[in-house]
């Protein structure tokens, strides 16, 4: 059972949005997106990756194709494309999280969530499988201990399931399929042979549902 993010304490909070590739924004907080836009309380996307691991190495103007598809599915989804911040991380390849990148990258979030006042992250779960989807949780936490400053993590589920009733969970207000399907339709690498051989995304993974859970993996004030 979950609950509605409408009524939660979290009505009012200023959100950032961390996502692995682009494309994930959609699949998984796309409703919090369109929910949080429309209110004035989205604050910023962070792309952990270039996503250039979809396709073969070296396919050409494919990062900068990407920057370009999630800025269009954010347009669709309500948001502004000066909210996007890219790290440029390899696809597919996170840094250690006890290297030096990794440390930069969550000064560099930290400091991003002090200066807009952020309340909540939303990441993917640290449980998909996954290695950027499981980055991004940690660099999600890893920044919040920087930021020095209260801030609450949610997990969204891309791949996989939101855990069990041990978990408490919310849901956001439902937003019409059309309109995210019309928004995963701007990552037109990830749907279409626009760059040759590559990932695409499956029919199932399309379907996505017409609100999101989010999973309240910690709680700081």
């Not at 070296?58 to 990062?63: E, F, I, P, R, Y």
């Not at 006042?117 to 998909?128: H, K, M, T, Y």
């Not at 930021?147 to 939101?162: D, E, I, N, P, Q």
Request: hydrophobic letters at 35%.
């Amino acid at each position: 059972m979950s609950l509605p993010l409408s009524s939660s304490p979290w009505t009012m909070a200023r959100w950032l949005v961390i996502a692995p590739h682009p494309d994930d924004e959609t699949l998984g907080a796309g409703a919090l997106i369109a929910e949080t836009a429309r209110s004035g309380r989205l604050h910023g996307i962070v792309y952990l990756t270039d996503g250039t691991g979809s396709h073969p190495p070296g396919t050409a103007g494919l990062a900068r194709a990407r920057q370009r598809e999630a800025g269009h599915a954010l347009h669709r989804l309500g948001g502004d494309r000066s909210m996007i911040d890219c790290l440029g991380w390899k696809d597919a390849n996170p840094h250690p999280r006890d290297g030096l990148e990794f440390r930069r990258a969550a000064q560099r979030l930290g400091a991003w969530l002090r200066d807009r006042r952020i309340d909540a992250i939303a990441v993917s779960d640290v449980q998909e499988h996954h290695c950027d989807h499981v980055a991004a949780w940690h660099l999600a936490q890893a920044a919040i201990r920087h930021a020095r400053r209260g801030v609450t993590l949610f997990s969204y589920h891309v791949w996989g399931t939101a855990p069990g009733e041990a978990c408490r969970r919310y849901h956001t207000c439902r937003m019409p399929p059309a309109r995210r399907r019309q928004a995963l339709r701007a990552h037109r690498s990830q749907l279409s042979p626009l760059f040759g051989d590559g990932f695409r995304l499956d029919t199932r993974t399309q379907r996505m549902p017409a609100a999101d859970c989010l999973t309240l993996r910690r709680r700081l004030s």
